[in-house]
């Protein structure tokens, strides 16, 4: 699989995903990345994320790290990286269980990532969405 994510890199999940980031970072948002990289190392995620262009303050790879999300020591991690607590993040994922049930289980708030849906209050159907949505307004890190 990592021999595949290499050979086939990840692409932008939306066409205006840089212009978003920037708009958060304008708002003195800091942004992180906290993945599971069971199947593909860490340095490749993050050599992707290098490719695409995407700029984050952290990075937390699960192979790194030694355990994976809905894990609060993941959570934990991110927390201390950030220097905030868990109150003062907002994790953004498309998985239910390991990002929102596992973020809200660590006592961030989290975002369910699922494209298409109307943004709501606990769902992100686009990701320009993010910079007006009121529980990332109200936060000062995001994940």
Known sequence: LADEFR?????ETEPDLL???????AAGLRLAVASNTGFVPGRDVHRA????????????????VGFAKP?????????TAAACGPAGIV???????ADVAGAVGAGLG???????RPTDDQI????ADLPDHPM??????VS
Do not use: C, K, M
Request: proline content about 7%.
């Open 19 to 25: 212009a978003t980031l920037a708009r958060l970072r």
């Open 91 to 97: 994790h953004i994922g498309d998985n239910e269980w």
């Open 124 to 127: 992100v159907g686009r990701l």
């Open 49 to 64: 994320l290098v490719r695409l262009g995407l700029r984050v303050d952290h990075q937390i790879f699960s192979d790194e």
């Open 110 to 116: 989290a975002l369910w990532y699922r494209p298409g």
């Open 7 to 11: 050979r086939h890199p990840p692409t």
């Open 71 to 79: 894990s609060p020591r993941l959570f934990a991690r991110l927390g």
């Open 136 to 141: 990332v307004t109200g936060n000062r890190r």
